[in-house]
Nanobody, 122 residues
């Protein structure tokens, strides 16, 4: 059983900053990719940022230069630093990890958090 607990969401004014955290726990042997997705009101879920086990990152074009994803492998935690927030960044933000949870297996599985709401006021 793998649990992902997100925190750090809330209400912020446009131009402000928030840092999201997502801590993974449970029967985890290794974590490959870690990522943040978001789902704005009335829209589909979309990738915001991802980071591999080696530290390579990729970002949605709309957040490049403003958001930074990073991870602490010792804590099985991924972070999303969000700066210069805009009202259109309002969404539920979800953490996702790709992890190996079976002993002596190379098979990875995806796990999702329950989401944390970020609201950016104008």
């Amino acid at each position: 059983q793998v649990q992902l607990v997100e925190s750090g969401g809330g209400l912020v004014q446009a131009g402000g900053s928030l840092r999201l955290s997502c801590a993974a726990s449970g029967r985890i042997f290794s974590i490959n990719a870690m990522a943040w997705y978001r789902q704005p009101p009335g829209k589909q879920r979309e990738l915001v940022a991802a980071i591999t086990s080696g530290g390579s990152t990729n970002y949605a074009d709309s957040v490049k230069g403003r958001f930074t994803i990073y991870r602490d492998n010792a804590k099985n935690t991924v972070y999303l630093q969000m700066n210069s927030l805009k009202p259109e960044n309002t969404a539920i933000y979800y953490c996702m990890i790709t992890a190996v949870v079976e002993l002596n297996s190379k098979r990875s599985m995806n796990f999702w958090g329950k989401g944390t709401l970020v609201t950016v006021s104008s």
